[in-house]
């Protein structure tokens, strides 16, 4: 069987397995290698994500069904824990029916407050990651810093949930990040009719982990003056913002792509300049070559791009190292202020061996279906 069939039908028993990884868009694409393998040991597999994580769970081979649900404790989707909410789950798990559970973590987050109401719902297996002792809650439970070593890449750190729990990757499967990207996909005809063009993403989830807007401008500036097309990214709620980074000479396509879209985008990019937000992972997921503007408030070991193709630009021992701030603690923003354009051109010219003005050619890697 072939990981990547999300939709084909299984025959290994019978297996209902329900994967859970409830935050953000970025955290779900990075669990993509655990669902692979959840998925080539299941009869059908479950992705419980939630809101801002859905949509890239929707890109995920391996899912049969993507169910969305708000946990109470997760910071996006904070809401009261009441009879309404524990109904609404015990319904959520009575409709898919999982013989076991797999919950997927971060190294800072616990799986016990979803385990517990998995138990209550009646799944009779549960395995995931914990630091307190999970009493009955966990039937296979990885101890971090014993079981499972810390400083490895969250896909790395999913995959071992995954493999504690019974499940591990097919054979060919090389463990990175994929999406599917449908042949009925297409970019925008101003990015279509582009030869050669990079991407840059100026956005991110917090203040914290943003390049200043004024240097992504004077990057994008700095690219039309070597002739370089520019394609600016990023979300409906960003298009203020991506509009004043394109300005007159970049394509501004801020709000104007589905994750699908977005995703043929980038494969499309000779370079991908993204901070530490989703689309840095996804642009990992289609094998873009990127250049990470990375801050160290969470630590880069785990958290920057799992592709083969990176240059990681900032300080990465600056004062606000590990601190998982999400405002700047440190006066003038020195972990990524301190990058200049001339950086993040000299780290496109190490991706693609070439100075910029002499690659007249495209370097494009076209969308992968099967990615």
Same mark, same amino acid.
């Given at each position: 069987?072939?990981?990547?069939?999300?939709? !084909?039908?299984?025959?290994?028993?019978?297996?209902?397995?329900?994967?859970?990884?409830?935050? !953000?868009?970025?955290?779900?694409?990075?669990?993509?290698?655990?669902?692979?393998?959840?998925? %080539?040991?299941?009869?059908?597999?479950?992705?419980?994500?939630?809101?801002?994580?859905?949509? =890239?769970?929707?890109?995920?081979?391996?899912?049969?069904?993507?169910?969305?649900?708000?946990?109470?404790?997760?910071? @996006?989707?904070?809401?009261?824990?009441?009879?309404?909410?524990?109904? @609404?789950?015990?319904?959520?798990?009575?409709?898919?029916?999982?013989?076991?559970?797999?919950?997927?973590?971060?190294?800072?987050? !616990?799986?016990?407050?979803?385990?517990?109401?998995?138990?209550?719902?009646?799944?009779?297996?549960?395995? +995931?990651?914990?630091?307190?002792?999970?009493?009955?809650?966990?039937?296979?439970?990885?101890?971090?810093? @014993?079981?499972?070593?810390?400083?490895?890449?969250?896909?790395?750190? =999913?995959?071992?949930?995954?493999?504690?729990?019974?499940?591990?990757?097919?054979?060919?499967?090389?463990?990175?990040?994929?999406?599917?990207?449908?042949?009925?996909?297409?970019?925008?005809?101003?990015?279509?009719?582009?030869?050669?063009?990079?991407?840059? &993403?100026?956005?991110?989830?917090?203040?914290?982990?943003?390049?200043?807007?004024?240097? &992504?401008?004077?990057? #994008?500036?700095?690219?039309?003056?070597?002739?370089?097309?520019?394609?600016?990214?990023?979300?409906? +709620? @960003?298009?203020?913002?991506?509009? =004043? #980074?394109?300005?007159?000479?970049?394509?501004?396509?801020? +709000?104007?792509?589905?994750? =699908?879209?977005?995703?043929?985008?980038?494969?499309?990019?000779?370079?991908? *300049?993204?901070? /530490?937000?989703?689309?840095?992972?996804?642009?990992?997921?289609?094998?873009?070559?990127?250049?990470?503007?990375?801050?160290?408030? *969470?630590?880069?070991?785990?958290?920057?791009?799992?592709? %083969? &193709?990176?240059?990681?630009?900032?300080?990465?021992?600056?004062?606000?190292?590990?601190?998982?701030?999400?405002?700047?603690?440190?006066?003038? &923003?020195?972990?990524?202020?301190?990058?200049?354009?001339?950086?993040?051109?000299?780290?496109?010219?190490?991706?693609?061996?070439?100075?910029?003005?002499? /690659?007249?050619?495209?370097?494009?890697?076209?969308?992968?279906?099967?990615?």
């Amino acid at each position: 069987m072939n990981a990547a069939d999300s939709g !084909s039908a299984r025959d290994t028993g019978g297996r209902r397995v329900l994967v859970a990884r409830l935050d !953000s868009f970025g955290d779900v694409l990075v669990a993509g290698p655990a669902v692979r393998a959840v998925a %080539a040991g299941a009869d059908h597999v479950t992705l419980l994500c939630g809101p801002q994580g859905a949509p =890239a769970g929707a890109l995920l081979p391996g899912v049969d069904t993507l169910r969305v649900w708000a946990a109470p404790w997760v910071t @996006e989707t904070a809401r009261p824990l009441d009879d309404g909410v524990l109904a @609404e789950f015990r319904a959520l798990v009575d409709a898919e029916r999982p013989d076991e559970a797999v919950v997927l973590t971060s190294f800072h987050q !616990s799986p016990l407050p979803l385990a517990m109401l998995l138990r209550l719902a009646g799944v009779p297996r549960v395995s +995931g990651a914990s630091v307190d002792h999970p009493g009955s809650l966990l039937d296979v439970r990885l101890r971090p810093g @014993e079981d499972l070593p810390e400083d490895v890449p969250e896909p790395e750190r =999913a995959l071992r949930i995954a493999a504690a729990a019974g499940f591990t990757l097919p054979e060919g499967d090389d463990g990175l990040l994929r999406v599917r990207v449908g042949e009925d996909v297409t970019v925008p005809p101003v990015v279509a009719a582009l030869a050669r063009y990079v991407v840059v &993403h100026p956005g991110a989830s917090v203040e914290a982990r943003s390049w200043p807007p004024s240097s &992504h401008r004077a990057l #994008v500036a700095e690219y039309a003056r070597l002739g370089v097309p520019v394609v600016v990214t990023g979300s409906p +709620g @960003e298009r203020e913002l991506t509009a =004043a #980074v394109a300005g007159s000479t970049g394509i501004d396509l801020g +709000g104007r792509t589905s994750p =699908a879209e977005l995703a043929a985008v980038l494969a499309g990019a000779e370079v991908v *300049v993204v901070g /530490n937000t989703g689309p840095a992972h996804l642009a990992a997921a289609v094998g873009a070559r990127i250049v990470s503007l990375f801050s160290p408030v *969470v630590p880069a070991v785990k958290w920057a791009p799992y592709a %083969a &193709h990176v240059e990681l630009l900032g300080d990465q021992g600056a004062p606000c190292r590990l601190s998982r701030a999400r405002d700047c603690p440190v006066p003038g &923003h020195p972990c990524l202020a301190g990058v200049g354009v001339d950086d993040v051109l000299a780290a496109h010219e190490r991706l693609v061996g070439c100075a910029l003005r002499t /690659n007249q050619g495209s370097l494009r890697t076209p969308p992968d279906a099967d990615r």
